[in-house]
């Protein structure tokens, strides 16, 4: 009985990927023909059963660009690039896609030192750097009782040395595990859907305006307060704007 | 009684000596005391002595039509002299009530004489005004000319159109033979304004208060208020040579004329400026009023990486477009922008100002790509309907082609053109992934997992475990002699149990006898099975210290172990055999070293 169900469990499980398979590639195809609001939608509908992937998150983007949405084609290549970080393609494209928007907002400079740090970071997710500790730490203790065993001086020596190297790595690449963990949880990014809004000093209608922001530009976001998020842009400013314009990455 | 007589006589001798001295009278006098308010009142300051350094009263609340007209009478009766002198004035009241006529002073002979205030009551303006003082040319010229400021619209909204039309109307009565002059032309401070001077002065027939009348239009101007609330317009005024036919006649039979110069104006006017309605005010309206078309056209849609392109916003219509500000351009950042250039083609009418403007923005496309031009809005105020209107432009897509979608170094650029470059490979738009490679969106985290923290300690935690047990394989592989003995010991005991269970088969009993004792022997004198002699077993035994009976005793064993292959043997000797082996067997264990 139990094995039944557990059969069926299988074959749902198998036939939805196996829809969604059948789903993707026929959005693909109405994307090669053009009809790029019906790929959205069939894309869509593959998010709404609770799947995704960067590719998926590509190519949705891809078919905002082509009908000229600058806010949501950033967006979804900002939450491709989330899952992908390394990818060219995807980086690509958010170039073209950037280049679109209205705002150019220059970055604040960054120390030598947060640009080694987001280059190494960004190389894996938080789960591949935590995939890497346990790798680490099985190797540390392989050399380790390798150390422990050997004989002939030598080769104590040598376990010795790859096992301090090994625990090194191990401890740094913990570190970098929690460190872009932490990050992922502190720094949460909306993109702006609105085609132009002020943010304002404060969250109120009648406060001053600070700058207007365009759509598709990325945003911190900081705090909220009812309908009004604090947020701050590359460039250190920051102000109130209404929640409803902005998407949560 | 004849005392008191006296006294009388002197008293009226006194008083007629007072009475026939000159008296001096000074006063006022008026033709009525109660008038309409475009009716005429003459004054006169009679007096009846030859005064001089008169002073008339300010009139406040006339206007002094005529005078001072300065009169003498002298008169003898019966020898008397009557000696008048008058000052006279024509007033005109300015406005309804109690108005009072002040103090006006003389000087007669070293003494200051002063006249008492009057008061007149000034009622509205009665139907036929009688001057009471004949055909005054001046007053005619008055009732027959007027100058009239006529305004479209004296509520209008901010930046909505207004004009106003100065007509002069002219009676039948006199006529306008000569050039007039303008005294004081009106400046129209928060209005911006547009003279439209009439080219020629066409003569038109109309009424004025009923009456027939002939007009001309002096001039039309244009306003467009630029405040809110009551604006005062000042008066025009005009200095008007008028000709008045008189009475009397030539001796032709033709009427004199008589050629007056009028000082008329068309008086203060004000103007509420309504502000715009702040109810369903778009966010981007900029205070255009009127009704327009809004329009966004690039002169090219599809266009190469540094390549200009002209794009064009037009706002053309009717209303304020001489004040209006168009609607910024939003345009993504990697186009370059220059300031636009802006035309004006604009005419002013009496109807309004009607044209169009524009502005022409050169974009430059940095880098390859589509880019979208969202569409721009522009809002005005329709004060006709009375409503705001938005006029939205289509969005434009501009694609440029060729170039590369990032911002290329020029140094390196330069660098790469020096040096052959088989196969340059522009930077495109990607194609879409066409692997789905999908996964549950709601996956949990490996970080920080129960599976996660066991994995990672795991390994550690294994350490000390493996130590141990290497600990103790190690030690286990140091003691390989009591290994064997073990071993063997082991063998030996059971052969021995073999050996006792087949105590009824003899043949096998003997054989496991036999294995028993050799692998005891094996264990304990650390030999080979192939060393094992008798004499060898004998002589190692006695260096091990063992006593010779027991050697005697093992040696007897095996021989009986060999003997009794060939030989039958009893069940008693099986039995003592055994008995024999384990006594043997347990007395060398004691005694061996």
């Known amino acids: 009985m139990k094995c039944l169900v557990k059969f069926y469990v299988f074959f749902i499980l198998f036939s939805i990927q196996g829809q969604a398979q059948g789903l993707f590639n026929e959005a693909a195809q109405n994307y090669k023909n053009e009809a790029y609001k019906k790929a959205i939608e069939q894309w869509n509908s593959i998010l709404d059963n609770g799947q995704h992937s960067a590719a998926l998150y590509y190519n949705i983007a891809n078919a905002h660009y082509k009908l000229n949405q600058v806010g949501p084609s950033i967006y979804y290549y900002e939450k491709a690039l989330a899952l992908a970080p390394n990818d060219a393609q995807i980086k690509t494209n958010l170039t073209f896609a950037q280049n679109a928007k209205v705002d150019a907002i220059t970055p604040l400079p960054k120390t030598i030192f947060s640009k080694w740090y987001t280059t190494i970071a960004r190389q894996f997710t938080f789960d591949g750097w935590a995939l890497l500790a346990v790798l680490f730490s099985g190797l540390f203790s392989i050399l380790f009782l390798g150390y422990y065993f050997a004989g002939a001086e030598q080769k104590k020596r040598l376990f010795f040395t790859t096992a301090i190297i090994c625990s090194c790595l191990f401890v740094l690449v913990f570190t970098m595990a929690s460190v872009s963990y932490k990050d992922l949880q502190k720094n949460v990014f909306a993109i702006v859907f609105s085609e132009a809004t002020d943010v304002k000093s404060e969250p109120k209608t009648n406060s001053d305006t600070i700058f207007v922001i365009h759509e598709g530009t990325k945003v911190q976001l900081l705090e909220t307060d009812g309908l009004w998020t604090h947020v701050a842009i590359v460039n250190g400013v920051e102000g109130w704007m209404p929640s409803a314009e902005l998407k949560k990455l | 009684m004849n005392r008191q007589k006296h006294i009388w006589l002197v008293l009226f001798v006194v008083l007629f000596a007072f009475t026939s001295q000159a008296q001096v009278t000074f006063e006022t006098k008026v033709s009525r005391k109660k008038l309409g308010l475009n009716e005429r009142v003459r004054v006169d300051f009679v007096m009846n002595a030859d005064g001089d350094d008169f002073n008339p009263p300010s009139f406040e609340g006339f206007r002094v039509v005529g005078g001072p007209n300065q009169s003498i009478s002298n008169s003898y009766i019966n020898r008397k002299r009557t000696y008048s002198k008058t000052y006279s004035y024509f007033l005109s009241p300015l406005k309804q009530g109690n108005l009072r006529i002040g103090k006006a002073s003389i000087y007669v002979s070293g003494e200051t004489y002063t006249t008492s205030s009057i008061t007149l009551e000034i009622t509205p303006a009665v139907k036929t005004p009688s001057d009471g ?3 005054n040319p001046e007053v005619i010229a008055e009732q027959n000319v007027h100058l009239v400021a006529e305004i479209s619209n004296p509520t209008p909204y901010l930046n909505q159109r207004l004009t106003i039309t100065y007509k002069l109307y002219v009676s039948n009565n006199v006529s306008i033979t000569s050039q007039w002059r303008e005294i004081n032309s009106p400046r129209y401070a928060d209005f911006w304004s547009k003279n439209i001077d009439s080219q020629k002065l066409n003569l038109f027939e109309g009424k004025y208060q009923g009456e027939d009348y002939r007009y001309v239009v002096l001039k039309t101007t244009v306003l467009y208020p630029q405040k809110t609330g009551p604006l005062e317009i000042e008066p025009l005024t005009l200095d008007v040579p008028i000709d008045v036919p008189g009475k009397r006649r030539n001796i032709f039979g033709r009427s004199l004329t008589t050629r007056v110069n009028k000082t008329i104006s068309a008086g203060k006017r004000t103007i509420t400026v309504k502000p715009l309605p702040i109810k369903d005010r778009p966010g981007n309206f900029t205070g255009a009023v009127g009704d327009f078309t809004f329009s966004v056209t690039p002169n090219k849609k599809v266009l190469e990486v540094d390549q200009a392109l002209e ?20 345009v993504p950042s990697t186009l370059e922008v220059y300031e636009p250039q802006r035309k004006e083609n604009i ?3 009496a109807s309004g100002i009607s044209g169009s403007i524009s502005q022409t923005y050169t974009l430059v496309p940095q880098n390859k790509g589509t880019y979208p031009i969202s569409p721009i809005s522009f809002s005005f105020f329709n004060p006709d309907t009375q409503t705001y209107q938005s006029v939205s432009s289509e969005q434009i897509v501009i694609r440029v082609t060729a170039g590369s979608a990032t911002k290329q170094d020029p140094t390196i650029a330069q660098t790469q053109t020096k040096k052959p470059q088989p196969l340059i490979i522009e930077e495109r738009f990607r194609y879409i992934k066409l692997n789905a490679d999908l996964s549950p969106i709601a996956s949990p985290h490996f970080f920080k997992s129960k ?6 300690f795991g390994p550690l935690g294994l350490i000390p475990l493996f130590v141990l047990l290497g600990k103790k394989y190690r030690s ?7 290994l064997k003995l073990r071993k063997a010991n082991r063998m030996a005991r059971k052969y021995l149990v073999e050996a ?3 105590k009824h088969n003899k043949a096998i009993f003997y054989e496991a006898l036999e294995r028993s004792l050799h692998n005891y022997l094996k264990a304990r004198l650390d030999i080979q099975t192939t060393q094992i002699s008798k004499e060898r077993i004998a002589k190692l035994l006695l260096e091990r210290k063992v006593a010779a009976m027991a050697v005697l005793d093992f040696e007897k064993l095996l021989k ?4 009794a292959r060939y030989t039958p043997t009893s069940d008693v000797a099986i039995k003592q055999d055994y008995k024999k082996a384990i006594d043997t067997i347990s007395l060398i264990d004691k005694q061996i070293q």
Request: charged fraction near 20%.
């Open chain 2, 133 to 135: 003082l004949g055909n």
């Open chain 2, 311 to 330: 794009l064009s916003l037009t706002v053309s219509g009717k209303g304020n477009l001489n004040t209006l500000s168009l609607p910024s351009l939003k």
């Open chain 2, 347 to 349: 005419r002013t009418r």
């Open chain 2, 451 to 456: 599976l996660f923290w066991g994995l990672l």
């Open chain 2, 476 to 482: 286990m592989r140091a003691d390989v002699q009591g």
């Open chain 2, 500 to 502: 006792r269970k087949n």
């Open chain 2, 560 to 563: 009986s172990c060999e003997l």
